[in-house]
């Protein structure tokens, strides 16, 4: 009998434990909880577009500034309101003559963090 | 969530429990299954895991042998036809016997523990599962190096239906059909718990399977009560434990739980003249083939020197023991086992590294300083010291009572002599493999002699005086070994999880995935500064080494041969003359790198375009 209680406690324990572990990790497997981050990238990093997301990892709605620059010239400066999880698409209108042959800078940033994206236009 | 951890729930038992309790039936009856004939119901529930995971391993070999794909309801199907036959094998072996009580009995007394001894297991086993659940609580979202590795092949069976070739002999079958199975059958998919919780699951079936080992060995309930203890709880985190499981080395805990089931059925096979413990020995020793070559390597070393070891203190009977040893294994059962192993290692699936260059690799005089042996000091480093002190004290146990006719004494003393060896000087044995991943294996032959320490101690004094002293000086020395080996464990803790550079890891993977060209663009990762990024190639899935990466510095170092460099060349100094080379031979034209370290060094190269940055990760792409 007693080896009986002693396999079926520990199945029982081994069932708890991997609850547990599957909780923490589906939980934990997601960009929002329980972290703060943010990221900024070109939507195509192929070709010449300047088009680009900001996505929201910080845990709250979160005002981010974002500033354009064509070689260290400062072209656009905006803010934009992202909702906590959210991705914000961005896809700014600058004249192609201004962009070749250029380093084009995007510049995001959130409190005191700066993200920065550029690309060598050709 | 609560739906996928109910299907996983599910699956488990179905394919690590169904397929071994039905081919035990098949073997020792049912009766026995309630607790008898020559084995318990405690060992038949502690054997179930081991057996399932080899009769798994065999059936998914044969449909691959037979073109069958492997997919979810073939598998069921299957594992179902395989319980049938085991069932019409039992009905036409055991139909008509009715009365096996008197046997069960006997057999059930092994592992019948007393009220006292019950509470001590349940809990050790508490305890050994509490430390290994907090310990992976900060580890379980998928990021380790190696178990990225292996499940890149776990998915490759997945999306393909059949088995790798791996054209190398680094990874072995056995190692990740396991993964892929309950994938097919659950739907719970690889990044997730699953795999961790898969290796938890051996990890503490191989705490059972030492109890059971021990208990039959040394004819004692007591030891392998204590066993629990000293496996469950000593030996917790640190490698190969709790660490092995979170670090997903697979061969070797899946070997850990299958080397104390060989030698069991190797044990039991020669002490009791029992042809059906030889079989199943052949059995678990073909299964630990399919799994894990350096566990293989260990248990082979380790059975032969606990054999000769026989042999040589009892010189005089040797011929006679031979006979009587070979009598057990020239019978029908061990020699038909034997031929469907072969039959299954050389036409149905060969593992990657049955060849002679594998062989010869491992074999010979060490050849890099990490394979000449481990200083005293490392070696006590590896296990623990209070581990050490504690195993020491068991051999020395052992030693004094030493009885040269009685195997049991050969297995203690042999197992740990050889491995020692095999971690201390390895020149001697002509073993040629890093001695750290030896040196891992010594917790089994410790776990017996410390769980033997503890039970002889108080049986060498037996007058009060003496046993006065004895106890004081006992439990000094386990006040000793429990802080000091739970200590081991404590340290090994994180002092924070890495969860949030796990993701990021994964989010700058998943964008690459949805923004390149896999057949045109060549992606190269830092390994030694992104946190799980061995995870990457398992969102592309084009071959084993897409992405390339720059791996850990000291690799490119080998004085025995010469290394490709270009991988640490186009992070470390991309723009110089060797770097740009690197880039025009290798097509690489994105560079995935730690923001913090490489990340800013990269931003001085014109020759880049920054396309994706985060705090954790950025990408480059070469312009």
């Known amino acids: 009998m007693s080896s009986k209680i002693v396999i079926i406690t520990a199945i029982i324990l081994l069932v708890v434990s991997f609850s547990v572990l599957f909780v923490i990790e589906t939980k934990n ?16 990093p192929r070709d010449d577009s300047l088009d680009f997301a900001i996505e929201n990892h910080e845990g709250a709605k979160a005002e981010y500034g974002y500033k354009i620059l064509i070689n260290n010239d400062k072209l656009i400066d905006e803010k934009v309101e992202i909702n906590a999880g959210a991705t914000q698409k961005i896809s700014p209108v600058i004249p192609s003559e201004k962009l070749k042959g250029n380093k084009i800078l995007i510049d995001v940033s959130y409190k005191d963090t700066e993200y920065k994206i550029y690309k060598n236009i050709k | 969530m609560f739906l996928s951890f109910l299907k996983l729930i599910l699956t488990i038992p179905f394919v690590l429990i169904l397929p071994g309790i039905f081919f035990q039936l098949a073997i020792f009856g049912w009766k026995s299954a309630l607790g008898g004939g020559k084995i318990s119901f405690f060992e038949k529930a502690v054997l179930a895991v081991p057996m399932s995971l080899i009769l798994v391993d065999l059936i998914v070999l044969l449909l691959n042998k037979l073109n069958v794909l492997i997919k979810g309801p073939v598998l069921i199907g299957a ?37 006292w001894q019950t509470i001590f297991v349940l809990l050790a086993i508490v305890l050994a599962i509490f430390i290994r659940t907090a310990y992976l609580s900060d580890t379980i979202v998928p990021s380790a190096t190696d178990m990225g590795h292996h499940m890149y092949w776990a998915q490759t069976i997945i999306n393909t239906g059949h088995l790798p070739d791996y054209g190398v002999p680094d990874f072995i079958i056995g190692e990740h059909i396991i993964f892929a199975v309950v994938n097919l059958i659950s739907g719970v998919k690889l990044m997730t718990a699953m795999p961790a919780l898969l290796l938890l699951l051996f990890n503490i079936t191989g705490i059972f399977t030492i109890a059971i080992l021990l208990g039959r060995v040394f004819e004692s309930k007591k030891i392998a009560v204590i066993s629990f203890f000293v496996a469950g709880a000593l030996f917790a985190v640190n490698a190969p434990q709790g660490r092995y499981v979170s670090g997903g080395v697979v061969g070797n805990v899946i070997g850990d739980m299958l080397i104390p089931v060989a030698l069991y059925f190797l044990y039991r096979a020669l002490a009791e003249y029992d042809q059906i413990f030889a079989g199943l020995f052949f059995f678990s020793l073909a299964g630990l083939l399919y799994t894990h070559h350096l566990s293989a390597f260990v248990f082979i070393f380790s059975a032969a020197a606990i054999l000769l070891l026989y042999l040589l203190l009892n010189i005089k009977n040797i011929l006679k023991i031979i006979g009587d040893w070979l009598k057990i294994f020239l019978k029908p059962f061990p020699l038909a086992i034997l031929f469907f192993s072969a039959l299954f290692l050389f036409f149905i699936f060969t593992p990657s590294y049955f060849n002679s260059a594998a062989v010869s690799q491992a074999t010979g005089e060490p050849t890099k300083i990490t394979r000449v042996g ?31 006719k009685e195997l049991k004494y050969s297995v203690a003393l042999g197992w740990f002599l050889i491995l020692f060896a095999m971690a201390w000087k390895p020149g001697w044995l002509f073993v040629n493999i890093p001695s750290d991943r030896i040196g891992n294996y010594l917790f089994l032959p410790l776990a017996l002699l410390s769980s033997f320490a503890l039970v002889r101690y108080f049986e060498v004094f037996t007058s009060a005086a003496s046993r006065f002293a004895s106890a004081v000086l006992l439990f000094t020395l386990l006040f000793f070994v429990i802080t000091n080996g739970l200590s081991d464990s404590a340290d090994a803790f994180k002092a924070k999880n890495q969860f949030q550079q796990a993701m990021e890891t994964f989010h700058s993977a998943q964008y690459l995935a949805s923004t390149v060209d896999i057949n045109k663009d060549i992606i190269l990762k830092d390994h030694v500064n992104i946190y799980g990024d061995s995870w990457y190639k398992l969102f592309f899935m084009k071959d084993y080494k897409y992405p390339l990466s720059r791996g850990v510095l000291t690799r490119y170092v080998d004085p025995t041969k010469a290394r490709e460099t270009c991988t640490r060349d186009m992070i470390s100094d991309p723009e110089s003359d060797v770097g740009k080379a690197c880039f025009v031979e290798t097509g690489v034209n994105y560079v995935a790198v730690n923001t913090q370290i490489e990340g800013n060094s990269f931003e001085k190269y014109p020759d880049f375009s920054k396309v994706y940055g985060s705090d954790y990760i950025s990408i480059f792409r070469k312009n």
């Open chain 1, 29 to 44: 497997h997601n960009y929002d909880y329980n972290k703060a981050w943010s990221v900024a990238y070109f939507e195509n």
């Open chain 2, 79 to 115: 594992i179902l036809i395989f319980c049938f036959a085991c069932f019409a094998v039992f009905q036409i072996r055991f139909g008509q016997k009715k009365n096996e009580d008197k046997e069960n009995k006997e057999a059930e007394g092994m592992f019948d523990f007393s009220a």
């Open chain 2, 374 to 404: 481990l200083s005293l000091s490392q070696i006590e480093g590896t296990v623990g010291s209070a581990q050490f002190i504690l195993g020491a004290l068991g051999f020395l146990l052992a030693l004094l009572a030493l009885k040269t």
